[in-house]
Nanobody, 123 residues
Framework: QVQLVESGGGLVQAGGSLRLSCAAS????????MGWFRQAPGKEREFVAT????????YYADSIKGRFTISRENVKKTVFLQMNSLTPEDTAVYYC????????????????WGQGTQVTVSS
């Protein structure tokens, strides 16, 4: 089992950047592939990015490709989401998630979720 706590959200102007962090505790972090998802008001939770257990493989949603970067530091038990060139359409609650399975864009793969961190981008 693993517990996940996100941080780093906030209010930023369009064109700005934020770096989200997700700290894990519990069983070894390297056991888990990790993902970031987001949920805007009135919308379903959607995939943002995922990373393999060793960090060697990443995969992104088309909507954020080239602007966001997922990374991880297994020693620090933390996964990051660097978000650049933010737009108001990126406004959402951002969640990190963990799976003992392979990295995946499907939220059904992930058994463990954080509580989320709010990102608001003003125009």
């Amino acid at each position: 089992q693993v517990q996940l706590v996100e941080s780093g959200g906030g209010l930023v102007q369009a064109g700005g950047s934020l770096r989200l962090s997700c700290a894990a505790s519990g069983r070894p972090f390297s056991d888990f592939a990790m993902g970031w998802f987001r949920q805007a008001p009135g919308k379903e939770r959607e995939f943002v990015a995922t990373i393999s257990r060793d960090g060697g493989i990443t995969y992104y949603a088309d909507s954020i490709k080239g602007r966001f970067t997922i990374s991880r530091e297994n020693v620090k038990k933390t996964v990051f989401l660097q978000m650049n060139s933010l737009t108001p359409e990126d406004t959402a609650v951002y969640y990190c998630a963990a799976t003992l399975g392979p990295y995946s864009a499907s939220r059904r793969t992930y058994a463990y979720w954080g509580q989320g961190t709010q990102v608001t981008v003003s125009s």
